[in-house]
Nanobody, 124 residues
């Protein structure tokens, strides 16, 4: 059974860097053809896709967040990490990690497995 679990600080100060880790069990993050995403949800902005890192290590980010986003992975720990720089209260949200499946070229089954989510509040 595939499981994803987010971890990281629940409170981040404005202008700091938000850092979250997703620990994956039940499947290797390097297995074909999975894509590992970060997604957030807030009452004001709704559900927003942040970006993903693929089974091969390539990545794609939401253009609106690209300048502040970095997604990396640690294959030895089967984890992938989100860093979001220069946060403001607008970045307050529940952050989720999720898995999508593809065929090697396209994502064919988006976000079929989700973590439970973690609340991150940006406040001084």
């Amino acid at each position: 059974q595939v499981q994803l679990q987010e971890s990281g600080p629940g409170l981040v100060k404005p202008s700091a860097t938000l850092s979250l880790t997703c620990t994956v069990s039940g499947v290797s993050i390097t297995s074909n053809y999975y894509f590992w995403s970060w997604i957030r949800q807030s009452p004001r902005r709704g559900l927003e896709w942040i970006g993903y890192i693929s089974y091969s290590g390539s990545y794609t980010y939401n253009p609106s967040l690209r300048s502040r986003t970095s997604i990396s992975r640690d294959t030895t720990k089967n984890q992938f990490t989100l860093q979001l720089t220069s946060v403001t209260p607008e970045d307050t949200a529940v952050y989720y990690c999720a898995r999508s499946s593809g065929d090697g070229t396209y994502i064919t089954i988006p976000n079929d497995v989700w973590g439970q989510g973690t609340q991150v509040t940006v406040s001084s």
